[in-house]
């Protein structure tokens, strides 16, 4: 049986390995932090030494990748080294034009990419909590389907290539609302005088709850934004393509307009490499809000 293969092995991949082998499937992965690499080998699984080694001993490849530039250098491996009949299954958020050039080059040297980005956070990969929206060839998607059950609790076929990544915009254009409403919600409640703690135990209980609520409210209650599960900086180039693909469509966008200026002031307070929760100090801070940070 030849290995599952993961290119991008950072908060996501990692906790997707470490599933995907504790469902018995071999893995092997690469990434450019060795540390990354070495965490991967301690976990049961072959730290390879380049995307290209990873392409040569895998049928099935999973990338979850940073940038256009990450995909672009690992798509030219991939192509490079693959066997005929590969599937690559790319999990990223990331342009779709990007995705559809990378399918039609791969797919000229027999090699099959699928869409499938996933909905949940890197603490919900841990759990595998994750929902793959999967888009492109069918059969390809059916036969990551033992891959994909090792790290997600549920796959939704969505048909054409390209439907993955605009059913993931349509998502996480609601979770980046709901997590600055989370935070606004949690700000307000502080300053009138309440626990935070209260705050989410009795939201969480009633109408005004939501998923990200329950992920996001207990950080911003102890004002704790370290490790993180979704990086602003991160966020913020997912966040990026979610405008520009509205922009083409020429779909307005007003609540989600009005959360960009947020994570961007988590930015300016040097938050980029924490949890994106940490818009609650951006909040904080404009409300006058001290609680030590």
């Known amino acids: 049986m030849k290995k599952t293969g993961i290119i991008g092995i950072g908060i996501m991949g990692s906790a997707i390995a470490r599933n995907v082998i504790a469902a018995g499937l071999p893995v092997v992965g690469f990434d450019l932090a060795a540390e990354r690499r070495g965490e991967l080998a301690a ?3 072959e730290a390879a030494r380049s995307a290209a080694e990873v392409a040569a001993a895998a049928d099935i490849i999973l990338t979850s ?4 530039a990450a995909i672009d250098e690992t798509a030219a491996a991939i192509r490079a080294h693959a066997a005929k009949g590969t599937v690559v ?9 990007v995705k559809e050039r990378h399918r039609a080059a791969l797919g000229e040297a027999g090699i099959t990419l699928l869409d499938c980005p996933l909905s949940g ?3 919900q990969a841990v759990h595998r909590d994750l929902v793959v929206y999967a888009s492109g060839e069918r059969a390809a998607v059916e036969r990551c389907g033992k891959v994909f059950a090792g790290f997600a609790r549920l796959t ?16 996480n254009l609601l979770v980046a609302i709901h ?3 989370t935070a606004e919600a949690m700000v307000l409640g502080i300053k009138a005088g309440l626990a935070p703690e209260d705050i989410v ?4 209980s009633g109408a005004g709850n939501s998923r990200v609520f329950e992920l996001r409210a207990p950080l911003m209650a102890r004002d704790e934004y370290q490790p993180a599960t979704m990086k602003v900086d991160v966020w913020q180039k997912d966040m990026a393509v979610i405008g520009e693909f509205a922009k083409g469509l020429g779909v307005a966008l007003p609540l989600f307009s009005a959360s960009v200026p947020i994570y961007n002031g988590a ?3 040097g938050l980029g490499n924490d949890d994106t929760a940490a818009v609650c100090a951006v909040l904080e801070a404009m409300s006058g809000i001290e609680r030590g940070r």
């Open 156 to 171: 939704h076929y969505l048909g054409a290539f390209g439907n993955g990544s605009r059913m993931k915009f349509v998502a």
């Open 121 to 123: 956070t890197g603490a």
């Open 43 to 45: 976990m049961g699984g």
């Open 179 to 181: 997590n600055v409403a």
């Open 89 to 97: 299954a790319e999990l990223s958020t990331l342009p779709i034009a």
């Open 201 to 204: 135990e009795v939201v969480a």
């Open 65 to 68: 990748l940073p940038s256009i």
């Open 267 to 269: 930015v300016g307070m």
